[in-house]
Structures are given as C-alpha cells and as structure tokens.
C-alpha cells in the first residue's frame, strides 16, 4: 500500500484528478492524505469535495482555513470575502451530505506505524505531539457538538500564545490559528499570524514554526500546507507541500510510506499570483 500526501488544492479539480493519474493512485491499495483548503480560489470546489468524499477511506483530509470558512458561511457566520466556490457549494442539491462530510473532517491526523502527521500550517513550539493531538481532538469534538457557537469564535488572531490555562472560545481560536493559519513565530514562541511572506523576506524577529529553536515536536515527522510562498520544501522532518497550484504554481504530492523525490505537477493558474 502506497501513502501520498498531496498539497492544497483550493478548487482545482482538474489538477487533483491529473497528479493522481501521474502517481498512479489506485484507492482500492493506496491511501490519499491532503493538507486541507479542499475548496475556495479555484474553480471547481464543489467538485473537489464530491471527489474526495467519493474516494471514502482512501482519503483523509485534514481542515484548512478555507474549508473553516466554508463551513462557518454555510452556519451563518462567516464574514468578509466570499469566493464564488462557496456559493457554488451551498447551492448544491447534496450540499447538507457535503457540509456534514466536511464538519466531520479532522484538525489533525497522525499515524504512528507510518511515523507522520498532518497538518494545514503549523504547530507552536510549546506544544508537543501528545499536546497537539490533544488539543486538536477538544476542537473537533467542540466543532461536532456546537458548530455554528465554534466557528463564529474562531476568527480573530488572539491570544497569541499557548498557555494550558487557556479556555473556552479562546482556547479553540488558538488551537484552530495554530492547526489552521500559523507560518511564522517569534523567539518567544508568540504566533505571527498576520505574515505571510517567504522566509527570506520576513522581519529578523519572525522564525517559520518548523526552525524554532526550542521546537517540542522536532524530530516527529510533519507534513502541512498552507504556505505557497514557500512552496515545495523539506526541512527538519517537515514537509511543505504547498507549491500554489492555485496561483499558477504547482500541485504536489509525496509518498510517505517510503523514500521517493516528490512528483510535481506544474499547473496554469486560476488566480492572480500572490501570498496564500
């Protein structure tokens, strides 16, 4: 059996259905693990999520912020921004199995045999793997429990850091901020939710979660999105797999069940390029 992770998505159906053709997924033997933001920017959302919910336990795929936004404009309470790919989803005749499919996907998904993780963006340096799980399975199970009450109080971008004090709606917008938008922290361990840049353009005082000195989780092996600025990279036990298929970059997938060179599909682009 074959293990593939594939990069963000975000729409691109046609892109998704051409790199698993090139890797020769067969979801009868091989397993998919896609990094989240199935949907928004591209063109064909609504076909993104039929395809991989149609693939059934072949496929796990983690929830990105664009997927969060998704669900929480469905419950009313997104705000800001719409893409045309999520009206196209809530106007669906089977949008309620979508959405319900889609709510019960997980934060995070690791698999110990295997020895990786997966992610959409980040894990903060106080945290652990046990920490990390953790905290994503209380999120999950609040997200189940009380959907429309979770995703209204996720937006925002405090508290900038961990404590295990931390508790109620504050609690989940730093998990969900860490699990969902983290690229960059400060010596300190504080989130820098709001760069987005590549690392050789960020301020001196911002270091990628993965190079932080006093990571908790270094040495486990992550796999995350959610930075097409920095693209395709492996670095200390992680791997980005986020190569801007959206913005005219690239859809990647590696396999993880063992040591293979990324495959690599070069895509036109259905945006104007610019930081994810």
């Known amino acids: 059996m074959a293990v593939y992770a594939v990069g963000d998505v975000q729409g691109c159906l046609g892109e998704l259905v051409a790199l698993l053709d090139r890797i020769r997924f067969d979801p009868a033997t091989d397993r998919l693990w896609l990094t989240g933001d199935l949907v928004n920017r591209g063109p064909d959302s609504l076909g993104v999520l039929r395809f991989v919910r149609g693939l059934g336990a072949a496929a796990v795929s983690v929830l990105g912020n664009h997927d969060l936004h998704l669900l929480a404009v469905a419950f009313g309470q997104g705000a800001g921004r719409q893409d045309p790919g999520i009206d196209q989803v809530l106007a669906a005749p089977d949008r309620d199995e979508l959405l319900d499919w889609l709510l019960a996907r997980p934060l995070l998904h690791s698999d ?80 820098l939710l709001r760069l987005k840049g590549p690392p050789q353009q960020a301020p001196s005082v911002a270091i990628p979660w993965f190079r932080h000195p006093a990571r908790r989780t270094a040495g486990e092996r992550i796999a995350f999105g959610h930075w097409s600025t920095l693209g395709l990279n492996q670095e200390a036990g992680t791997l980005c797999l986020d190569g801007g298929c959206v913005w005219g970059g690239s859809l990647c997938a590696a396999r993880l069940d063992r040591d293979e060179a990324p495959v690599v599909l070069h895509c036109t682009g259905h945006q104007v390029p610019g930081a994810d």
């Open 112 to 191: 110990a045999a295997l020895g990786w993780t997966l992610i959409h963006a980040g894990l903060p340096p106080d945290w652990d793997l046990a920490t990390a799980i953790s905290c994503a399975r209380e999120v999950e199970s609040a997200l189940e429990r009380d959907p429309a009450s979770l995703l209204a109080g996720m937006y925002g971008d405090e508290p900038q850091r961990w404590s295990s004090s931390l508790a109620g709606v504050a609690r989940y917008r730093f998990v969900i901020n860490c699990l969902t938008r983290l690229r960059y922290v400060d010596a300190q361990g504080a989130v």
